[in-house]
């Protein structure tokens, strides 16, 4: 037989070979175990998702943030996308070989400009993905810890060398003048050149073998994509097409199965969950993030998601191959892939889900698993303490109801009652600013300045309760549900036009997560866009400039959860101080350590803690002295953290109000 | 009918429980107004010179091997038949693990009332009255003693042990025993505490931790502070049942009583079971966020400022003035 | 392993504390009936045991403010049978004695093998309920238990002393425990789960029989302790009271 013939038949068979072992395993994982899922509600929302996969996936926009990786990662989505034509010819003309062993696609493969494309691309994939090397076998950043190493290596030699052997075939089409596009093709004539020494026949020896390897290498990539970290290939165009729309703050609604709430096997979370495990990239970002990863916790966001993964994967193969036992499928998800101590040492400061390219969800799959280990009352006793505090008592300091105005006490003027006349502003305070002794006379400030720009409102005293949004994000939805009930009943029978709070918690949870009934469209503020709206109208006047050099930290709950980063800012300002920003600071602010009820857990063994970390990192400031916040468990947090820290006496922390109120 | 006032004594393991010379002081108070005597019923083996130095006129002491350790079911029985036959006025008990079931049962089993948490007694214009402590000590309850026998059961506070400490022994009547339980509860044996690492009750100087320590790591702070001022870290009970400490640096009821020159006491409560054992520290101070925790009526000083703050300050000003 | 623990509800002492106008009970009014904390315990011991041994636990109250919520988070935990005695009310004027006479009725015909009762709660005045309770229906009683192993009829019983002895007691069953603390600490039951209960857990409603108090003191007068012997305040930050406490230290030699 004729080699055309041979190298046609041997194409077909690699090709089957190939798409064969690929089809199947892309039918296991993302047909056969995402059937498992639990379906999700509806998505809807269609052009905002078409609006997605170009700024997401075509434009890469978030992975921009780490910005040599995001450019070079650019390069090589863009090259693959444009060399694609390039592997199919290399297809086709091997399968048609027998026949016409010179074929070139018609139109497509004759047209210059998109051959100089091909030809600048593939350099430029080429430099990319030796820069990637660089990054993995030289740099080896922090983010990559327990990342597939071995496995990103190999890609990026596939990578490496399906580029490099595609412009060695064309570097050698040229120069053996069978390239009618040679000029159209810089960097393979480039290429061609170097070779030019050899002889004609050695030439097309090296071509074809070129070739084979270029053939060979680009079905054995695909065959290695399914279930690895390369998976992303495939699966991130429908997992940033699908993602969760709704805003950050607001939880999808806790699953349950037979009674119980919460997630205790991998199929129980949503197919979009499931997705969104095969789509990690491994790639760490969200792990460089991560307070709870920083502090020397057991928790990396990036270690959870690929557990995850490797748990979806071989649950599927054992159910897959009729298994009724064996460890795989009697591992507990919660307590045996998933330990409980990753699981509540997270803040839920959503950094790593607003730093992931590819939306991937961490703070949901977390506060799933949660609601499982709530149902089984394992949690540890302070926290215990505290849902049972706020079961009973409606706050998480067992304190009385009655006792939650108790800070009004001393102010010259007695706060209306909203809940006795209409006012303008509700004012919900939350349970810090109204419970904690050490907030009380920032809490007063507040009323102060409140009175100052003649603005009318009141409380709802003791028929406000905790708002809930650290208790659901503990997992407690029952508790949760509860305290929403309650405060919608208290609000229901108010009249106000919009409610204002000091606590970021409390902002998310009223804002976001409170059926749209209560607040009836009425406005949510934090107290940091009233002062503003206040000091715009000219309603709250700043005489006075402070002039202090300040830097300001972002709540997660203000900042990244509801995107409220300028109206502070416009406040500091206003009172005449100079910011300077921290490092991480906008929607890379660090956490305090303090959500997602981590304030009501036991501290447990950290290297440091995200407070501490925080204020040396302001305290790291050239000539700052003081650290503004606006939430009130900052305060405490920080306050906290400074002194232990040893800065207190150079840097102190103050509220947004409490400046306020200086600069009146 | 008897005029008579009985104390029932407590004692475990060779000792008399404070709490019976407590009762012994009430007893007196209470016998001025009946005119009657006041009698001490030991209940015991081999041990008679137990009630030795008691403030009663007489003791009442009942041997039997089977009543070498308390065994709640032989002091029903026996005292049954002692108090029904013929009553006393009053029959007081500590408020204890001892009296508190003993007394309970026999005025289920004799009819007889019974007043329980009692502080202090009266006597006055031939009535007798009480004074008990409820609700975590907040409330204290008024009201006069039941005729014509009543069952008291005594909490510290009232009096002090040494009030009813007497000079000469009182003249011990020895009986021994008839009927006995009928064998429903057995006494199996003692598990002792764990090893003692340090004596709370001989330390000088108290660092007393409570639920306001909120975690473990912050125990630390308590140890490093007891250890500046060489004295040792103490707890209420729920800082102990949490394992923070061992059983044997829990003060009160169920712990043990002590009588430091200090006691620092951090975030406690002062409920009248932790109280009891601390209530004849010399000087104690407390710190507490809460202005109305019932221990800053047993202290002398006290403070509202959080103790975690505090902790450190006062860590780093004890090692300054010792330093210097 | 069937066991009863009949609980108490009493004030909750997070609430400001306020006396009546008759001088004689407190106000009402604002009051809130929580479970006796050590009750808590007791239940938790009946769980642990039925976990361990397999059997029954039911709960009985007597009726009131707080009381559904009581039987139906006791249902949530593991409780196989609520009772409510109807008719009377935790706020109203019931000493222990009334109580251990109701209970007693009850327990007669639930014939359990354990009756665990809290050994205490803050606002006897008449004794505890176990003991009472005990007698009333002829059982043994031992109090302040931290500890039930049952073995042939009997259970070892692990009875504390002050300074953290232990006694340890073999018990006669049926008998009546006091129990001091669980052998672990009251579990968390979430509140959807209480909700469900709501939903599915019948309470058994019986009435009460005859009240009758017989056996307890008559409260004439009810007041709060004198504030005058309050402590020194010491007021400021930190610092201050530091060193303030420094000086005081300093004084009596200490420092
Ligand atoms: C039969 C029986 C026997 C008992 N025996 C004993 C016993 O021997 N010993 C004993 O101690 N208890 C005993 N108890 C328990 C007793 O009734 C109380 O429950 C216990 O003493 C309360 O402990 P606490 O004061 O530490 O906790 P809590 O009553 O919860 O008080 C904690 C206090 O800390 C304060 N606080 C909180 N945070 C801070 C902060 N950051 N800074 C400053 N203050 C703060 C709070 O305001 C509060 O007042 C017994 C109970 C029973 C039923
Ligand atoms: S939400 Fe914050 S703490 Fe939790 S995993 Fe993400 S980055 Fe880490
Ligand atoms: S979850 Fe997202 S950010 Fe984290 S490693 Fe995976 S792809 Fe990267």
Redesign the interface.
């Known amino acids: 037989m004729e080699y055309e013939a041979v190298k046609s038949i041997v194409v077909v068979l690699l090709l089957v070979v190939s798409f064969a072992v690929f089809g199947l395993r892309v039918y296991q994982l993302l047909w056969v175990n995402l059937q498992r899922g639990r379906p999700g509600p509806p998505y809807g929302r269609w052009i905002e998702r078409i609006k997605g996969l170009v700024v997401y996936v075509g434009g890469q926009l978030r992975l921009f943030r780490f910005l040599a990786p995001g450019i070079a990662h650019f390069f090589v989505f863009w090259g693959f996308v444009i060399l694609i034509l390039t592997i199919l010819q290399a297809i086709i003309e091997g399968l048609v070989a027998f026949a016409d062993p010179g074929f070139v696609i018609p139109v497509i493969g004759e047209f210059g400009p998109l051959a100089l494309l091909q030809d600048l691309f593939a350099a430029l994939v080429g430099i990319a993905v030796v820069y990637a090397l660089y990054l993995r076998l030289v740099v080896n950043p922090p983010r990559y810890e327990g990342s597939h190493r071995a496995q990103a290596v190999m890609v990026l030699s596939f990578i490496l060398t399906i580029v490099v052997s595609l412009l060695v075939i064309n570097g050698i089409r040229i120069e053996l003048g069978e390239d009618p596009l040679a000029d159209w093709r810089p960097v393979a004539s480039a290429v061609g050149a170097v070779l030019s020494g050899l002889s004609d026949p050695t030439l097309e020896v090296v071509e074809e073998a070129a070739y084979w390897i270029h053939l060979i290498v680009v079905l054995a990539f695909l065959t290695e994509l399914p279930g690895g970290k390369h998976f992303h290939v495939v699966t991130s165009i429908p997992a940033v097409f699908l993602r969760n729309l709704d805003p950050p703050g607001r939880l999808p609604p806790a699953p349950e199965f037979n009674g119980d709430v919460g997630v205790n096997a991998v199929e129980q979370f949503r197919r979009r969950q499931l997705l969104d495990f095969y789509t990690c990239t491994e790639c760490g970002r969200c792990q460089d993030v991560c307070p709870a990863y920083a502090s020397g916790s057991p928790l990396s966001p990036k270690l959870l998601i690929m557990s995850l993964r490797d748990n979806l994967i071989q649950r599927g193969v054992a159910l897959r191959d009729g298994q009724q036992n064996g460890a795989v499928l009697e591992s507990e998800l919660v307590g045996d892939v998933i330990t409980e101590e990753i699981l509540w040492a997270c803040v839920t400061c959503s950094a790593c889900d607003q730093e992931c390219p590819l939306f991937i969800e961490h703070v949901t799959p977390i506060v799933d698993m949660r609601r499982h280990l709530v149902m089984e009352g394992r949690m540890d006793g302070m926290l215990q303490e505290a849902m049972a505090n706020l079961g009973r008592y409606g706050n998480s300091f067992g304190q009385s109801e009655r006792a939650r105005a108790k800070w009004t006490k001393g102010l010259p003027e007695k706060i209306k009652d909203a809940r006795r006349e209409p006012v303008d502003y509700l004012w919900f305070t939350g349970d810090y600013a109204a419970y904690s002794a050490t907030l009380a006379s920032a809490t007063k400030t507040t009323a102060e300045v409140f009175r100052r720009a003649d603005l009318d409102f009141g409380l709802l005293y003791e028929a406000e309760r905790n708002a809930g949004n650290d208790v659901r994000r503990v997992g407690e939805e029952g508790l949760f549900e509860m305290l929403a009930e309650d405060n919608a009943a208290a609000l229901n029978a108010c009249e106000f036009r919009s409610i204002v709070t000091t606590d970021p918690h409390t902002y998310n949870a009223l804002k976001n997560e409170y059926p749209a009934e209560i607040n009836g469209g009425r406005p949510v503020l934090h107290y940091s866009e009233l002062l503003d709206q206040l000091i715009a109208d000219g309603r709250l006047r700043l005489g006075r400039e402070l002039g202090y050099r300040v830097t300001y930290h972002d709540p997660c709950y203000l900042g990244r959860y509801n995107g409220v980063y300028d109206a502070p800012r416009r406040v500091i300002e206003a009172a005449g101080c100079t910011l300077v920003e921290m490092p991480r600071h906008g929607d890379r602010a660090m956490c305090c350590g303090a959500g997602g009820g981590r304030i009501w857990m036991e501290e447990g063994d950290t290297q440091q803690r995200p407070a501490a970390m925080r204020v040396e990192e302001a305290a790291g400031l050239e000539g700052v002295e003081m650290l503004i916040v606006s939430c009130p468990k900052d305060l405490v947090m920080f306050e906290d953290a400074a002194k232990s820290g040893g800065y207190a006496d150079r840097l102190a922390v103050k509220d947004l109000i409490e400046l306020v109120a200086e600069a009146l | 009918m008897s005029q008579d006032i009985h104390v029932i004594v407590e004692h475990l393991r060779g000792q008399v429980a404070d709490i019976t010379y407590v009762a012994v002081a009430a007893a007196r108070r209470l016998a001025t107004g009946t005119g009657g005597g006041v009698a001490a019923v030991l209940l015991g083996h081999d041990g008679e010179t137990l009630a030795g130095d008691l403030a009663a006129d007489r003791v009442v002491y009942i041997d039997d091997p089977a009543l070498a350790d308390f065994n709640p079911e032989h002091y029903n029985v026996i005292l049954a038949d002692l108090i029904g036959g013929d009553p006393p006025r009053c029959v007081l008990f500590g408020d204890t693990s001892m009296g508190a079931e003993v007394a309970g049962v026999l005025s289920a089993r004799l009819s007889m009332p019974l007043v329980s948490r009692c502080r202090s007694v009266d006597a006055a214009n031939g009535r007798l009255r009480f004074i008990s402590q409820i609700c975590g000590g907040k409330i204290l309850v008024e009201g006069d003693i039941p005729e014509p026998n009543a069952l008291i059961t005594m909490v510290p506070g009232g009096y002090k042990p040494e009030q009813g400490r007497g000079e000469t022994a009182p003249e011990v009547t020895r009986t021994s025993v008839s009927p006995l339980g009928s064998g429903r509860v057995a006494f199996a044996g003692y598990q002792e505490p764990k090893a003692e690492d340090i004596d709370i009750s001989t330390t000088p100087i108290l660092v007393a931790i409570g639920r306001g320590i909120a975690n473990e790591d912050n125990v630390e702070l308590a140890e490093e502070l007891a250890e500046t001022l060489g004295g040792a870290v103490c707890a209420s009970r729920p800082v102990v049942d949490q394992g923070w400490l061992p059983t044997t640096r829990m003060v009160g009821k169920s712990g043990k009583r002590v009588k430091p020159d200090v006691y620092l006491a951090l975030g406690i409560s002062g409920a009248p079971e932790h109280v009891e054992g601390m209530s004849d520290s010399d000087l104690t101070i407390a710190v507490n966020t809460d202005p109305e925790a019932p221990i800053f009526d047993v202290a002398q000083y006290g403070s509202e400022v959080d103790l975690l703050d505090l902790l450190p300050v006062l860590i780093e000003r004890v090692r300054a003035a010792k330093g210097g | 392993m069937n066991i009863v623990v009949p609980v108490k509800l009493v004030?909750?002492?997070?609430?400001?504390?306020e006396?009546d106008d008759g001088g004689?009970a407190?106000d009402t009014t604002?009051l809130?009936f929580?479970l006796n904390e050590v009750d808590e315990h007791a239940l938790e011991q009946a769980l642990l045991l039925k976990e361990s041994l397999s059997g029954t636990v039911s709960v009985i109250s007597l009726d009131g403010e707080g009381v559904d919520d009581v039987l139906f988070a006791s249902s949530a935990k593991g409780v196989d049978r609520l009772i409510k005695l109807t008719g009377v009310d935790y706020g109203v004027n019931v000493n222990n004695?009334a109580m251990?006479r109701f209970y007693a009725t009850t327990v007669r015909i639930l014939e359990p093998d354990l009756v665990l009762v809290g050994v205490?709660a803050?606002?006897?005045?008449?004794?505890?309920l176990?003991?009472?309770l005990?007698?009333?229906v002829g059982m043994?009683?031992?109090?302040?238990v931290s500890g039930i192993a049952p073995i042939n009829g009997r259970c070892?019983v692990?009875?504390?002393?002050?300074?953290?002895?232990?006694?340890?007691?073999?018990?006669?069953m049926p008998?009546v425990l006091?129990v001091?603390?669980a052998e672990s600490?009251p579990?968390?039951?979430?509140?959807?789960?209480?909700?469900?209960a709501m939903k599915t857990a019948a309470v058994d409603e019986q009435a009460a029989p005859d009240l009758d108090t017989?056996?307890?003191?008559?409260?004439?007068?009810?007041?709060?302790?004198e504030?005058a012997?309050?402590?020194?305040?010491?007021?400021g930050?930190?610092?201050e009271?530091?060193?303030?406490?420094?000086d005081?230290?300093?004084e009596?030699g200490?420092?």
């Open positions: 004030p909750d002492l997070v609430e400001e504390l006396i004689t407190l604002w809130r929580i004695h251990a205490q803050h606002n006897d005045l008449d004794g505890s176990g003991p009472l005990a007698e009333y043994p009683y031992v109090g302040y070892r692990r009875k504390e002393y002050p300074g953290g002895l232990i006694a340890e007691m073999d018990v006669e008998a006091g001091q603390a600490p579990r968390y039951v979430a509140i959807s789960r209480i909700r469900q017989t056996g307890g003191p008559m409260v004439d007068s009810m007041f709060k302790p504030t012997e309050r402590a020194t305040m010491i007021t930050d930190e610092d009271v530091a060193g303030r406490i420094v005081l230290l300093r009596l200490k420092a």
